[in-house]
């Protein structure tokens, strides 16, 4: 299993931006699919984007469409999650998430990712 370590939360104000950062440990980490769960307090974890193992293949909840954007640069074995025009329903705690499948396509369901970082606090304030 690799090792993910996310950073770039904070408190910001509705209709700015933040960019997250998924860092693993292990080259391993090139080959995997990675997604970005949120989940808020009392609600359920929810995929916010996915990446396929080469970047090639992207996913977006429905929720964040047009506003967020993943990425990945395997030289530096960090995916990215640049959020704009951020809202105060996008506060949560977001984690990234890989699966253990080399040179995988993304997948949305949670149950299919195998390793879990800590998680970043996004608090959006109106």
């Known amino acids: 299993q690799v090792q993910l370590v996310e950073s770039g939360g904070g408190l910001v104000q509705a209709g700015t931006s933040l960019r997250l950062s998924c860092t693993a440990s292990?080259?391993?980490?090139?080959?995997?699919?990675i997604g970005w769960f949120r989940q808020a307090p009392g609600k359920e974890r929810e995929v916010v984007a996915a990446?396929?193992?080469?970047?090639?293949?992207?996913y977006y909840g429905d929720s964040v469409k047009g506003r967020f954007a993943i990425s990945r640069d395997n030289d530096k074995n960090t995916v990215y999650l640049q959020m704009n025009s951020l809202k105060p329903e996008d506060t949560a705690v977001y984690f990234c998430?890989?699966?253990?499948?080399?040179?995988?396509?993304?997948?949305?369901?949670?149950?299919?990712?195998?390793?879990w970082g800590q998680g970043t606090q996004v608090t959006v304030s109106s």
């Open positions: 292990g080259r391993a980490f090139t080959l995997y699919p």
């Open positions: 990446i396929s193992w080469n970047g090639a293949g992207t």
């Open positions: 998430a890989a699966r253990n499948a080399v040179g995988g396509n993304w997948v949305t369901s949670a149950l299919l990712y195998d390793s």
